[in-house]
């Protein structure tokens, strides 16, 4: 089969790989019909050391099954299926209290011990537990923003129910990638009140605010945080959605966030140690959450969120490239020409 | 009047200083009659600089008010009240959202800028916000866990709100001073199944066994957290309450806690920077919390507590000495040889 392999820091491109198979009784093969690539994905993008063998990449995915292991009882071939980020059992004991992300038998599709969906064929392990099944008949059109379901706006979703937001919150959320878009979106949909995107990229923004964003500030540090004060009677906002991941954005969500509120990460931190002493956190009775988003938990509640059209978070492609162009889509995203595109192997 | 004043380390002797007077119409003047030494308190014990004019000392008392300033409307001359360590007007948006620690007319008594408790009369700011008055014909026998409702013990109790600890969780508290005794305690009030208390200190894990711990562990470091994970099914805590403020305590904390968990710290920490990345919280979902107790907001609930004998959380004073004698209250508190002292001015 055709997949994206990534060589080195710049270098993807798409090869003929083996097809995958069936490893163990658990797993399912699906034929990837939709998939994207993600902001995380730019770091290896950046960094990745010579690989003359290439790393698989992607993990996102809506594809077919194609062949179920002997255990799989809640799948059958022909169904079209969402494939969260992270493969999960669905039934251990972390999986049954919702943090499905540390599955006692799961783990990412990061394309080093698994496969990656940016390629026409992927192995999902723990099957059973992982895939959800998108009902019969449809509409492709509906396809980009269930999509999302399986990365991106869940992630979004997850900052904000692990902070906390509700009815009438106040709300601030780094960054005007698409996970901070999304973030924007989920916020909407809990309930809050007061929307403050964070971010410099006009045509983002503007998608912030038809995702609910009711305010927007460009600066940022200092002045950032000064405007937020200033939009929140000087108090802060309750809940800050850390969608970036670096330590600037940190620093202003404890500047932005109000005594006893919470600021919430989905930005994979780049940094392992940060203020958290009486001036930042403690002090003020500031909460840090947030993590890996625990997708699998919050799919078959946003499903049909999706199809009755409540939410429309496929907006943030703006650009869709065969496979066959993967070098492009990844070019496009690390020079923000595109916010999230697309993939069609 | 008498009052403690600290002059350096090591040094607390009982001077005579003027009578504290109504500075403010907010202001109430109380006659102290029983105060404490905190485990704070020893901070400066153990490195506070020449200070020839000396530092008042204390932020735990109860006492009998003397005289009101023209704008207290909720308290009059001869009541007894209950004064938290930190002051609150109790009606600004952060002390109506709970966190009266950050009132916007607030403080601490921190002996710097306000008087402070072990000393024979005090200025409470703020009186009508800050002191909650102990109905009339109180026994006298009740007063010492009235008075761990200053701090102490609704401390602890904070640590158990702000980690959520509820019904059917488990538990485990870092620290067997008093405070990590009150925190036993407050999450057996609020219903944890599982309590188990690190620290070495027999006599007061024994206290800590009597207040609800059901396993002690007394190793540290990796074999505490080895002990810990043992006793939990490999799986850790969903809670753990951190009641000392030193980075071991953070390590062990974030060792022990379980994907999705909640660490809770009201130990002030002694540092400022700590890990909070991939590998210590971010990657297993867990929640950073606490800060100074919001004492004032569980004031009134507790109280009735106290005197109805659901709780008995002035076990922890295991000395009582008067006033002339704070020399050695500080002693015995620093040696470990006592637990907590009542002061009785």
Redesign the interface.
């Known amino acids: 089969m055709r997949a994206a392999l990534m060589y080195g820091a710049g270098d993807v491109r798409v090869a003929n790989v083996p097809d995958p198979t069936i490893q163990e009784p658990t797993d399912a093969i699906i034929r990837v019909t939709y998939a994207c690539v993600c902001g995380s994905d730019l770091h290896p993008y950046h960094d990745l050391e010579d690989t003359p063998d290439g790393r698989p990449m992607g993990h996102e995915a809506i594809g077919v099954i194609e062949e179920i292991g002997s255990e799989i009882n809640r799948l059958a071939v022909g169904q079209t299926v969402i494939v969260p980020f992270a493969f999960s059992d669905n039934t251990c004991?972390?999986c049954r209290?919702?943090?499905t992300?540390?599955c006692k038998h799961g783990g990412f599709f990061d394309g080093l011990e698994t496969g990656a969906t940016q390629a026409e064929r992927l192995r999902v392990p723990q099957a059973d537990g992982t895939a959800v099944v998108i009902p019969e008949g449809t509409d492709e059109s509906l396809m980009p923003s269930l999509l999302t379901l399986s990365d991106v706006y869940l992630t979004g979703y997850h900052a904000a129910v692990?902070g906390g937001v509700g009815a009438g919150t106040s709300v601030a959320v780094v960054g005007d990638g698409a996970v901070g878009l999304s973030a924007v979106l989920a916020a909407k949909q809990l309930g809050a009140e007061t929307i403050i995107l964070m971010g410099r990229h006009e045509s983002r923004t503007d998608l912030g605010r038809a995702f609910g964003a009711t305010d927007v500030v460009a600066e940022r540090g200092e002045e950032g945080i000064a405007r937020v004060l200033g939009l929140t009677?000087g108090?802060g906002v309750h809940v800050v959605l850390e969608a970036v991941g670096h330590m600037p954005a940190y620093e202003q969500s404890y500047g932005i966030v109000?005594?006893?509120g919470t600021i919430s990460?989905v930005g994979?931190?780049q940094?392992?140690?940060?203020?958290?002493?009486?001036?930042?956190?403690?002090?003020?009775?500031?909460?840090?959450?947030?993590?890996?988003a625990?997708v699998r938990a919050y799919l078959e509640a946003a499903i049909p969120q999706v199809l009755d059209g409540t939410i429309d978070p496929g907006r943030v492609f703006d650009r869709a490239l065969p496979l066959d162009e993967i070098a492009e889509a990844y070019r496009l995203m690390d020079s923000r020409e595109a916010l999230k595109v697309l993939i069609r192997p």
């Not at 940094?271 to 890996?292: E, I, M, Q, R």
């Open positions: 004991s972390f209290e919702g943090i992300t540390s692990r009677d108090e109000r005594p006893g990460r994979v931190p940094y392992d140690n940060a203020a958290v002493g009486f001036a930042s956190l403690f002090g003020k009775n500031v909460t840090l959450t947030g993590g890996p625990t």
